[in-house]
């Protein structure tokens, strides 16, 4: 990893607050030992970062693949803070809804699928998410290509009433 990406990680984990870093440790349970947590301490308690230094106290580190420890790291952290702001965030809740009804969608799991899809956007309105509106309602329209036959037209014709009234939000806004 080059000194720019050692740079990020280091800035990243400072960045952090005690409960983001406690949640972080947490978060890793039943990861006792492993590498990319004690490379998570070393740079927590280091005052810059000193790869030699970090390497020299970590015989277990190889030199080699260091750069991709880091990069795994990295990809820990971030995912952390994303779980971490999770419920803070209400729009990222709202995708990490959409994004479940995703993986029920290509599962096959239509039902589940629309129930998620519907949530979602009970979730987006009351953020008045309207862009994230749009994209649940798209996903919407994919499963009735996977359940033709099964709704109702009343049901079809308010998908587009809303995706509709949503674009006439957002036009709003940017105007």
Aim: net charge positive; hydrophobic share 40%.
């Amino acid at each position: 990893m080059s000194k720019t990406r050692s740079d990020a990680l280091f800035t990243l984990i400072k960045s952090m607050t005690k409960s983001e870093k406690r949640y972080f440790k947490l978060s890793q349970n039943g990861v006792d030992g492993a590498k990319y947590l004690r490379l998570f301490a070393h740079i927590d308690a280091a005052a810059d970062f000193d790869e030699s230094r970090i390497l020299s106290l970590e015989p277990d580190f190889d030199p080699a693949r260091f750069s991709s420890l880091k990069a795994h790291l990295y990809g820990r952290v971030l995912k952390s803070l994303r779980d971490f702001a999770l419920k803070s965030v209400p729009e990222m809740e709202v995708r990490a809804m959409i994004d479940e009804a995703r993986v029920l969608l290509h599962k096959g799991l239509y039902t589940q699928c629309r129930k998620h899809l519907d949530k979602a956007e009970k979730r987006a309105e009351t953020v008045e998410g309207f862009e994230l509106i749009l994209e649940i309602l798209r996903w919407k329209k994919q499963l009735l290509s996977y359940t033709a036959g099964f709704e109702k037209g009343d049901y079809v014709g308010e998908i587009v009433e809303k995706t509709e009234r949503a674009a006439r939000r957002i036009n709003n806004i940017n105007s």
